[in-house]
């Protein structure tokens, strides 16, 4: 029998070779491991294996027609002819990023280059924060229903959540006051302020200025996950929280115009969380990929990385917001091909408050006969397609509050669903709508 020992004064541990290693995991990786468990860090539920063709509305991702391959492929024709160039993005770098991209950040953001630091994408920017200001049973307030995905991250800091009610009016920030004047104190406020994940809506520009002025009032943070902003149907969206306020931070990428395998975002900062956060960054993983940064400030014609692109013919579009606004585009007309023809083939047609922007439709169905849940099964199972159930939106039923489902949300889930509109060229979408229109008319769906 092979065996590994190790020995100090006291004890000695003797582990058998094959035998289960899990005791040596950490509760961070522990936590992580959730099993079969439904649990609010897992997203949206249980994964399920669908036929090889079928067509999921799930995605959250650009479409394949709409990438700027000829641009990325241009500016990496353009980064690898300079031999100096190559040879500086494939060595180490500063923690913040790229000065070029920096600067050009900074003059979108209207915020110095100091206060930019280049991320790993959105997600990687909420994990820098999320550690920089929460510790276990810090209080945070988050929108419900919000984007589920963050409590992957925030089951490792177990804060205490306080949800803000979000319903197709708005906020109730009346009820949060109350409760910030009756003795709670977060320590951040997370929000995604345009074309909302899921629900499409805008924050008002009257919600965006009350909440600023209780962040100044009761010292939290407002973070600002801003992914959506340059996807407006109608043009480029409000100004986001005000950077001219310490206690705004605004969480970006570019993965939802440029592409999200390029794993590329910033964080716009306070001056008094620069610090921090860059530290906790270069004890991570120091920066992110030169080369990647090197490619996106070709794309952008970000500082001295600003080149016209090789002559094979012309590009169209070029910059980001160019690129962005093709994009947009092509997504009001996807929205609207697929919510119509749930409106027009689902019994009792839907109902969609909010068409702003962004790449999800929050689609309601009118017959309250319609059992989601048992929709979901049968497109899953039959009709070859699948969408997410609206419940796994909601913060309230999964920490001791009412379940989801009970009537107490206006959009649980048995009456709403998160549609995904960006990541398919129009004709598959056409045909995954009509596959889920049938879905949600089958007899099997009635509850």
Do not use: C
């Not at 709409?66 to 002819?81: S, V, Y």
């Not at 920096?102 to 820098?128: C, K, M, Q, Y």
């Not at 962040?215 to 929280?241: C, K, M, Q, T």
């Not at 997410?388 to 949300?409: H, I, K, M, Q």
């Amino acid at each position: 029998m092979n065996t590994a020992t190790t020995s100090d004064t006291a004890t000695t541990t003797t582990t058998r070779a094959g035998a289960d290693p899990a005791p040596a995991l950490s509760p961070s990786a522990l936590l992580s491991d959730l099993g079969s468990r439904e649990d609010r860090a897992r997203g949206f539920g249980k994964a399920s294996s669908l036929p090889a063709d079928s067509i999921p509305l799930l995605g959250g991702a650009p479409s394949e027609d709409l990438l700027p391959l000829a641009q990325i492929r241009h500016a990496a024709e353009d980064l690898t002819a300079d031999p100096s160039a190559l040879a500086a993005a494939l060595q180490y770098s500063q923690s913040p990023g790229l000065a070029g991209l920096r600067d050009w950040i900074g003059r979108r953001e209207g915020a110095e280059p100091a206060r930019i630091v280049v991320t790993n994408g959105a997600f990687h920017g909420l994990s820098l924060l999320f550690d920089a200001l929460l510790d276990e049973g810090d209080a945070m307030i988050v929108e419900d229903p919000t984007y589920p995905l963050i409590f992957r991250d925030l089951q490792h800091k177990r804060p205490r959540l306080v949800p803000l009610r979000l319903t197709e009016r708005g906020f109730d920030i009346d009820a949060l006051e109350a409760r910030l004047v009756a003795g709670e104190r977060p320590k951040l406020l997370y929000t995604v302020p345009d074309h909302h994940n899921p629900t499409g809506y805008v924050t008002t520009p009257a919600e965006r200025a009350r909440l600023v002025e209780l962040a100044e009032r009761f010292g939290f943070v407002i973070v600002s996950d801003n992914a959506y902003h340059s996807l407006g149907f109608d043009g480029p969206s409000l100004p986001d929280y005000p950077l001219g306020s310490d206690r705004v931070v605004h969480v970006r990428t570019f993965s939802k115009v440029l592409g999200p395998g390029l794993r590329l975002g910033w964080l716009a900062l306070p001056t008094w969380l620069v610090g921090p956060v860059t530290r906790l960054r270069a004890n991570q993983d120091q920066h992110s990929s030169v080369l990647v940064q090197a490619i996106v400030e070709r794309v952008l014609g970000a500082g001295s990385a600003a080149h016209p692109a090789p002559g094979d013919g012309p590009l169209a579009p070029r910059g980001f917001d160019a690129i962005a606004a093709r994009a947009r585009t092509a997504y009001a007309e996807r929205f609207d091909l697929v919510t119509s023809i749930l409106d027009a083939q689902v019994p009792g047609g839907i109902e969609v408050v909010h068409r702003t922007g962004g790449i999800f439709a929050w689609v309601r169905v009118r017959d309250e006969r319609i059992d989601l849940a048992a929709a979901q099964r049968v497109a899953r199972e039959r009709t070859g397609t699948d969408a997410v159930l609206g419940r796994y939106f909601f913060w309230e039923g999964a920490d001791g509050g009412p379940a989801a489902g009970s009537g107490t949300n206006p959009a649980d889930d048995r009456g709403a669903l998160r549609v995904g509109i960006s990541h398919l060229p129009p004709e598959r979408l056409r045909e995954g709508a009509e596959r889920l229109a049938a879905a949600l008319s089958d007899p099997e769906a009635r509850g």
